[in-house]
Antibody, heavy 123, light 107 residues
Framework: QITLRESGPTLVKPTQTLTLTCTFS??????????VGWVRQPPGKALEWLAV???????YYSPSLRSRLSISKDASKNQVVLTLTNMAPVDTATYYC???????????????WGQGTPVTVSS | SSELTQDPAVSVALGQTVRITCQGD??????ASWYQQKPGQAPILVIY???NRPSGIPDRFSGSTSGNTASLTITGAQADDEADYYC??????????FGGGTKVTVL
């Protein structure tokens, strides 16, 4: 069973940098094909993909947020860290981390999700 | 970047069949997956790579694809199926995209 848990601040001020940590178990970022991604959801709105990092340290970002995002991993701790700079009220959302399984194809989906962590941007 | 378009809302009578669609040019080349999300909860994968069900997902959920459209079908909808449903697929190299979501109401 794969489980993920997000942690980080619930409130940040405008212009600050958000740092979120995803800690997971039941999988490993040393396993070929495995990835961990981040997805956010503003209140009452749709899911928005942010970033993903793979076992081979390849990283990909949402084109619209690329300049503000950074993702990294510590495979020994089963952790993935996401940073989002220059936070603004429009970044208020629930932030989820999610597991991309190893597979026999180049597929883009997440099979397990964390419970999500709400982040509010306000002064 | 690509877009995936979903109808905002659909309704279905209890026990009947409902099909939720997801349209996008990238679906001609890449498979779609589907997630169920209930209020206040994290999404759950219900269909992956067009038509595969994860273990534990009832077989009333099925997926298909044709041209630029992926579909999620719920055959014999139950009250517990009332939720938001999102499709996702590949956008560019390494990047993901989600649809805008469809709210399913079971009457």
């Amino acid at each position: 069973q794969i489980t993920l848990r997000e942690s980080g601040p619930t409130l940040v001020k405008p212009t600050q940098t958000l740092t979120l940590t995803c800690t997971f178990s039941g999988s490993s970022l040393t396993t070929t094909g495995v990835g961990v991604g981040w997805v956010r959801q503003p209140p009452g709105k749709a899911l928005e993909w942010l970033a993903v990092i793979y076992w081979n340290d390849h990283k990909y970002y949402s084109p619209s947020l690329r300049s503000r995002l950074s993702i990294s991993k510590d495979a020994s701790k089963n952790q993935v860290v996401l940073t989002l700079t220059n936070m603004a009220p429009v970044d208020t959302a629930t932030y989820y981390c999610a597991h991309r399984p190893t597979s026999d194809g180049d597929y883009y989906y997440f099979d397990y999700w964390g419970q999500g962590t709400p982040v509010t941007v306000s002064s | 970047s690509s877009e995936l378009t979903q109808d905002p809302a659909v309704s279905v009578a209890l026990g009947q069949t409902v099909r939720i669609t997801c349209q996008g040019d990238n679906l001609r080349s890449y498979p779609a997956s589907w997630y169920q999300q209930k209020p206040g909860q994290a999404p759950i994968l219900v269909i992956y790579v067009n038509n595969n069900r994860p273990s534990g997902i009832p077989d009333r959920f099925s997926g298909s694809t044709s041209g630029n459209t992926a579909s999620l079908t719920i055959t014999g909808a139950q009250a517990d199926d009332e939720a938001d449903y999102y499709c996702n697929s590949r956008d560019g190299v390494g990047t993901y995209v989600f649809g805008g979501g469809t709210k399913v109401t079971v009457l």
